[in-house]
């Protein structure tokens, strides 16, 4: 192994191990910014299994902004399919519980339409994962299959990874400048990386059975993503029989059930078949059993994502339950998150330093959603209880505890509201526009007021969401107009870039922002939003969401956060737009300096020379 370290079979500039969601989209940005990039899998292809599949408004921005929205909005289930979310006995029994989800209930709807240009929608993993890497591999990633990591070593210019061929059992070796582990739950970059995690793994276990099966006649007229059944003849503990998830309308499905994580199951496709009988409540359903896997509720996340030159994003870094549907967005945010700053360094725009912003970012979004989406299976608790209050361990007394809520007694009134306040309450384990799109960070990256602090939340903020432009917050949403077309304030950003938007009478912005940009070698795309400008702020939002005057600017990061804001254009306008992206870049005071003075991974490139380099 010496020998493969001191000879490396090639040399790239970021190896990503993993094809999952995290890996996909580091793959994707990278490749998109003409950084050359290995991604690698052990196995021979993207998962096969459907897996996550909610995708959040947030993602789908990212989506846009990678160029894949096309394809993400062809091959998934719109939201209007999504929402019908029904609490059942079985999906052919009594029904007693209807919740309108992901968007669908009128008062959460308005959240979501006007924070965010998209909407939820149900695309499985095993989609989402090939238009993420055959985009990363049409613009150039090169990706490897059969290719399992083994370790790395890291020194003060590189990363040595040890990889194997699963097909000739061939060990060698890679060199990176930077080797990002998206390699799931059981992370071995992670774990090598002796990152410190908080939490614990495997504390609940859970089936997933993939089948075919028509079952239009059950669901059509209530589409939604998920239907949960409760069946109450099984007794409080098998009480919450498990979930029927829609992978295909409404022929192909994924059913969840529930096991003592000590005492795993043998399932064969028998057994299979009568689990998944047992959730519908109707035997004669012809049913096709596709493929049976266990996993693990996990509640785990690490306080650190990257050490070095080594990072790590996705599940790798935070494990929880699916509810909220945080796990695969969070992944593909992590991603596109790192992968701006990554690409700035290596082109010599930014210092490491940058790099630090990536843990001070993202750790504590890993620490609020993770004990949020555990937590958030004691909304279930609640139902239970109010369908079987005395928790009976028999079914006969749990099955007749529900059959008496359907009769004409006025004694069981509260019961009765118990249990409709305890289906409402279940919301919270489906729409969360604030918790997914609220994030304020604080960091290096971001140049906020040392005076001034975010404003507060006026309302719940793992539900609604608040915009505001304060750095560190993602720039808020508005339409905007061009011609005949609308687009998102969102959109008018991103592309890999730093933006300046601004107002009106803040042309003085176009010449300052050249100037600040030839100084410092780093591009600022600028976008002037008014009458007669780029695009019309034809609804009068913009200027409302801005929160600064029509001179004003805001300085948008490539992720499309906000990394500084002006109010104004005052007299020191240029020194202040200089400072405030030289600190979110980590570079000193002279921007000339700081790429003299070798503080850089690599000479400063132009981004057409690195392309044609990377395609020659
Ligand atoms: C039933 C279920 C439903 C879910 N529903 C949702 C949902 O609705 N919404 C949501 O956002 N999330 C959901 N999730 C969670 C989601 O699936 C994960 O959060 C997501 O897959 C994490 O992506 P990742 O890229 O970090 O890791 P993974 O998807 O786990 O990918 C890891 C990758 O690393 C590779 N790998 C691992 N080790 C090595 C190695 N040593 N060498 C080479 N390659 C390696 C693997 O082969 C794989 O390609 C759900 C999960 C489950 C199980």
């Given amino acids: 192994m010496t020998s493969a370290a001191q000879q490396p079979a090639y040399e790239t500039e970021v190896l990503i191990v993993g094809t999952g969601p995290a890996g996909g989209t580091m793959a994707l940005a990278l490749a998109k910014a003409g950084i050359r990039t290995v991604v690698i899998n052990r196995y021979g292809w993207t998962c096969r299994t459907p897996r996550a599949h909610?995708?959040?408004?947030?993602?789908?921005?990212?989506?846009?902004?990678?160029?894949?929205?096309?394809?993400?909005?062809?091959?998934?289930?719109?939201?209007?399919l999504m929402g019908e979310n029904v609490m059942c006995q079985t999906l052919a029994g009594d029904e007693f519980g209807r919740l309108r989800t992901w968007g669908n209930e009128p008062g959460r709807r308005c959240n979501y339409a006007y924070g965010t240009p998209e909407t939820n929608v149900d695309l499985p993993q095993n989609y989402l994962e090939n238009i993420l890497l055959g985009a990363a591999a049409h613009k150039g990633a090169e990706v490897l299959f059969h290719t399992e990591f083994v370790r790395f070593e890291q020194d003060d210019d590189g990363v040595t990874s040890f990889l194997r061929n699963r097909l000739t059992g061939a060990e060698y070796s890679v060199r990176s400048k930077y080797l990002v582990g998206t390699d799931g739950a059981r992370s071995t970059v992670a774990a090598q990386l002796g990152l410190p995690f908080k939490g614990d793994m495997d504390k609940l276990g859970a089936t997933n059975?993939?089948?075919?099966?028509?079952?239009?006649?059950?669901?059509?007229?209530?589409?939604?993503?998920?239907?949960?059944?409760?069946?109450?003849?099984?007794?409080?503990?098998?009480?919450?029989?498990?979930?029927?998830?829609?992978?295909?309308?409404?022929?192909?499905?994924?059913?969840?059930?529930?096991?003592?994580?000590?005492?795993?199951?043998?399932?064969?496709?028998?057994?299979?078949?009568?689990?998944?009988?047992?959730?519908?409540?109707?035997?004669?359903?012809?049913?096709?059993?596709?493929?049976?896997?266990?996993?693990?509720?996990?509640?785990?996340?690490?306080?650190?994502?990257?050490?070095?030159?080594?990072?790590?994003?996705?599940?790798?870094?935070?494990?929880?339950?699916?509810?909220?549907?945080?796990?695969?967005?969070?992944?593909?945010?992590?991603?596109?998150?790192?992968?701006?700053?990554?690409?700035?360094?290596?082109?010599?725009?930014?210092?490491?330093?940058?790099l630090e912003s990536y843990s001070q970012e993202r750790v504590p979004v890993a620490e609020e959603f993770v004990p949020a989406a555990f937590g958030a299976m004691q909304h279930y608790d609640k139902v239970v209880a109010a369908l079987n209050p005395t928790l009976s361990e028999d079914p006969a007394v749990s099955a007749a505890s529900f059959e008496m809520l359907k009769g004409d007694n006025d004694n069981l009134t509260e019961r009765r509201q118990q249990l409709r306040d305890a289906v409402a309450a279940t919301y919270r384990t489906f729409d969360c526009p604030g918790i997914e799109m609220n994030q304020r960070y604080q960091s290096c990256a971001v140049a906020a007021p040392a005076d001034e602090t975010p404003p507060p939340f006026a309302q719940d903020p793992e539900i609604y969401y608040q915009p505001t432009s304060f750095p560190g917050a993602r720039l808020p949403h508005a339409w905007l107009f061009s011609g005949n077309s609308r687009i998102s304030s969102l959109y008018v950003c991103g592309g890999g870039e730093f933006t300046l938007l601004t107002g009106n009478s803040g042309a003085g912005w176009r010449a300052i922002a050249k100037a600040v940009s030839d100084e410092l070698g780093v591009p600022i795309k600028v976008v002037t939003i008014g009458l007669g400008q780029d695009y019309q702020d034809l609804y009068g939002d913009y200027v409302r969401i801005s929160e600064v005057e029509e001179s004003g600017a805001l300085l948008v990061r490539p992720d499309v956060y906000v990394g500084w804001r002006a109010r104004s254009l005052g007299e020191t306008a240029q020194?202040?737009?200089?400072?405030?992206?030289?600190?979110?870049?980590?570079?000193?005071?002279?921007?000339?300096?700081?790429?003299?003075?070798?503080?850089?991974?690599?000479?400063?490139?132009?981004?057409?020379?690195?392309?044609?380099?990377?395609y020659a």
């Fill in 54 to 80: 909610i995708t959040n408004p947030r993602a789908m921005e990212v989506f846009h902004d990678l160029g894949i929205i096309d394809d993400v909005k062809l091959y998934a289930a719109p939201t209007e």
């Fill in 209 to 354: 059975i993939v089948f075919t099966a028509d079952l239009t006649k059950y669901v059509e007229h209530r589409p939604s993503s998920l239907y949960w059944m409760f069946r109450p003849d099984e007794g409080p503990a098998g009480i919450m029989s498990g979930t029927l998830r829609m992978v295909r309308p409404w022929t192909r499905w994924l059913g969840t059930t529930f096991f003592d994580i000590n005492n795993p199951p043998e399932i064969d496709d028998a057994e299979a078949r009568r689990l998944m009988h047992k959730l519908i409540g109707d035997d004669s359903i012809p049913i096709q059993i596709e493929s049976v896997a266990l996993w693990a509720f996990n509640e785990s996340w690490a306080t650190r994502f990257h050490k070095g030159r080594v990072f790590c994003a996705g599940d790798a870094v935070h494990r929880h339950p699916p509810l909220k549907g945080l796990g695969s967005n969070t992944s593909v945010q992590d991603s596109y998150n790192l992968a701006w700053k990554l690409a700035h360094v290596l082109k010599g725009m930014a210092s490491p330093v940058l």
């Fill in 575 to 614: 020194a202040d737009l200089r400072a405030a992206l030289a600190s979110i870049l980590g570079r000193n005071a002279s921007g000339h300096e700081f790429m003299k003075s070798g503080g850089v991974e690599q000479p400063a490139r132009k981004f057409d020379e690195m392309e044609k380099a990377h």
